[in-house]
């Protein structure tokens, strides 16, 4: 699956420990809407890949991979800790063109 969406840093994201910064709020709200609705099962344990378009290739891979499981953990009703794997990769792309993609997988 695909979003047309910049993948938003956690630098943008938390204002000192605790606190959602409004750029994550816009970005929580926007990307609940926008997620497909699929069904990850309850307690599986499951494999998450991404594929981020960046603009800047400076932009570490990591840096959005966070606040998205916390999103995808509010839309699809599933708890981070049945996470086992992570696969990651990012793409250079124009500025305007950035994108998520990601799968979600239940592994057996």
């Known amino acids: 699956m ?8 956690v630098n943008l994201a938390w204002q ?9 709020k ?6 609940l809407l926008m997620l497909p609705i699929i069904d990850v099962g309850k ?5 998450i890949y991404f594929m981020f378009g960046f603009s800047n290739i400076q932009s570490d891979l990591d840096n959005p991979v966070k606040l998205l499981i916390d999103i995808f953990q509010k839309k699809y009703n599933f708890n981070d ?3 086992w794997r992570l696969v990651v990769d990012k793409q250079k792309v124009q500025k305007g063109k950035e ?10």
Do not use: H, Q, W
């Not at 000192?16 to 994550?24: D, I, N």
């Not at 307690?43 to 494999?47: M, N, Q, S, V």
């Open 81 to 83: 800790s049945y996470v």
């Open 99 to 108: 994108f998520i993609e990601f799968d979600i997988k239940i592994l057996l």
């Open 26 to 31: 816009e970005y929580e709200k926007k990307l």
């Open 2 to 9: 695909r979003i047309n969406c910049k993948p938003l840093s």
């Open 16 to 24: 000192g420990s605790r606190y959602k910064t409004k750029a994550y």
């Open 43 to 47: 307690d599986k344990k499951l494999e």
